[in-house]
């Protein structure tokens, strides 16, 4: 069975589908069996597409009437290709002359994957190029630091006087699991073990102490 879809911009008011569906009905497929959708091609959500999609069978054949009517994109149009083979469905675009049970239209489809690829990889090479590029002008990719150099240098100061990172955390009223966080990520460590064992103990101790009730604080004073 052939399975039509036809798209136009919803951008567009002037578009019409009249024209494509013409051409597949044309084509021999019957106007029960086309899907539609009005909106950009950009759009993944397309219901008329997700209902065609689901719709056609093994041994069906999906028939547009240009490549950029059913993809948004050349990788989305060769994704969605790489599905219907997968379900034993062929297809046609009838502008390109492209058809998938055909040698011809075989080799434009491996043609368009190793375009598909190329673009990838040259997408991949212009981002690291502007990572490096950026590096080199004393810019860092990612997110914002959580906490700012000041005030990781003033947390630094009091952990390495000896203070504990609760007590620090209270102190620069910084998120504690924030603070632990930065410490991991830039490697400090304690001046000795004893300080890390002794600050762990407190922090515990006074978060312990933070989860007991109001009534059994007083009981135990």
Not at 29 to 56: M, N, T, W
Not at 107 to 132: D, K
Not at 161 to 178: F, W, Y
Request: aromatic residues 4%.
């Amino acid at each position: 069975m052939l399975i039509g879809y036809m798209r136009v911009s919803s951008v567009d008011e002037r578009q019409s589908v009249d024209l494509q569906r013409d051409a597949l009905v044309q084509a021999g497929v019957d106007e029960r069996h086309i899907f539609q959708d009005k909106a950009s091609g950009a759009r993944d959500d397309r219901p008329g597409l997700k209902k065609c999609l689901s719709y056609i069978k093994s041994g069906d054949t999906l028939v547009v009437w240009k490549l950029d009517r059913l993809g948004r994109s050349l990788p989305h149009l060769l994704t969605i290709i790489e599905d219907l083979k997968a379900k034993s469905v062929a297809f046609r675009s009838l502008t390109e002359q492209m058809d998938t049970t055909t040698s011809h239209g075989e080799l434009m489809f491996s043609l368009f994957g190793a375009l598909a690829q190329y673009e990838r990889a040259l997408i991949h090479e212009r981002v690291m190029a502007g990572l490096a590029a950026a590096k080199r002008r004393g810019r860092i990719g990612g997110r914002p630091p959580s906490i700012s150099q000041e005030r990781l240098d003033m947390a630094l100061d009091y952990l390495n006087k000896g203070e504990s990172k609760l007590s620090v955390a209270r102190r620069l009223t910084i998120p504690r699991t924030t603070l632990l966080n930065t410490l991991e990520r830039i490697g400090w460590q304690p001046r000795s073990e004893s300080e890390e064992s002794d600050g762990d103990v407190d922090e515990r101790t006074a978060e312990n102490n933070e989860k007991k009730p109001l009534n059994r604080r007083r009981r135990q004073a």
